[in-house]
């Protein structure tokens, strides 16, 4: 989001919202990829959920797998339990994660198929993060985070 090329095809995500660019300008940001600091490689085959959401895999009902058919929920979790490390140090409360990623998506996830077939749920990372209290916003949703922050 922040312009680092970690995606799994070693691309950015650009966001082009005036209140994306408020919120990063007037308040602190800790810039954070999960999967990085789990080790993944850039790039990376692509991942998703099957067989449910960021919740269901926490809880052992579901599996993050690549294109290949390769497990990798251990990753996954140990992704997210770094991001709610890293937010419990810094003492932050809320996080804007990348819609639609098997660890940040915050509303909507792809299924499985490697279709680009999306569905509602949360990816491993916001999953994490929303159990243990942490407020999770998607790269859209920027101006709903800014009503709930203090204007500098």
């Known amino acids: 989001l922040l312009g680092c090329k970690v995606r799994y095809n070693a691309s950015d995500l650009e966001v082009i919202s005036s209140e994306f660019e408020k919120l990063i300008t007037i308040h602190d940001v800790v810039s954070f990829c999960p999967e990085v600091s789990a080790g993944m490689s850039i790039p990376r085959a692509p ?11 926490l809880s052992g009902k579901a599996k993050v797998i690549d294109i290949d058919g390769q497990k990798l929920n251990e990753g996954f979790i140990t992704a997210a339990k770094n991001a709610l490390a890293r937010c419990q140090k810094e ?20 299924d499985g198929s490697f279709n680009d077939t999306k569905r509602a749920g949360k990816g491993v990372t916001a999953a994490l993060l929303e159990q243990n209290g942490i407020r999770v916003f998607n790269q859209y949703q920027a101006n709903e985070l800014l009503k709930l922050l203090p204007s500098i």
Do not use: Q
Request: proline share 3%; charged share 20%.
């Open 91 to 110: 003492k932050i409360h809320f996080a804007i994660l990348a819609e639609s990623s098997p660890s940040c998506g915050s509303s909507h996830i792809y």
């Open 47 to 57: 991942a998703e959920i099957k067989g449910g959401d960021g919740f269901d895999v």
